[in-house]
């Protein structure tokens, strides 16, 4: 399955569909061994998260990123503003004074589960220059949805 991402309105919209329960892949965004796991663009090479799953609960990322500019810590901050197991889960950034913030459907489908994440008020700028902002998100959320299929379509996610 592909990840299909566009931008809406200024929101980033990624949709895709993984041949796994609706269960399975609501989990694997709320259990920290399973988050650790996909979280992360392609140059992410370790993930410390922190997470309480329940709305006022923390929902913290610490990402380690190496490529040809050496390898740097991109922390991520955020709360828990919706929990709804397994149909529906939402956070906001708590490190930004204009949080952006970040919505997960998920949808059981005739091919397992569909999931729409909508990440909003994504600020206006560049970074490392001239690159959009808007560009590195969506890479990142290319890569981690990528990485997020291979996790809960293996035999591994079942076992706890």
Not at 104 to 129: C, H, K, L, W, Y
Request: charged share 25%; with cysteine; hydrophobic share 35%.
């Amino acid at each position: 399955m592909t990840t299909n991402i566009k931008f809406e309105d200024g929101n980033l919209v990624a949709t895709r569909t993984y041949n796994a329960a609706i269960e399975d892949v609501f989990n694997a965004w709320v259990e920290t061994s399973k988050v650790q796991q996909w979280w992360g663009c392609a140059e992410c090479t370790k993930v410390s998260s922190e997470i309480d799953a329940r709305v006022g609960g923390v929902y913290n990322h610490d990402m380690t990123i190496e490529n040809e500019h050496g390898s740097f810590q991109v922390p991520g901050s955020s709360v828990f503003i919706e929990y709804d197991p397994p149909h529906r889960l939402a956070y906001k950034s708590t490190d930004d004074s204009d949080p952006m913030h970040v919505t997960v459907t998920f949808e059981t489908v005739e091919a397992g589960t569909r999931v729409v994440m909508t990440q909003s008020n994504i600020p206006d700028i560049s970074v490392d220059g001239d690159v959009p902002l808007r560009e590195i998100v969506q890479a990142g959320w290319e890569a981690s949805l990528e990485k997020l299929d291979a996790v809960v379509t293996s035999r591994e996610l079942r076992v706890d």
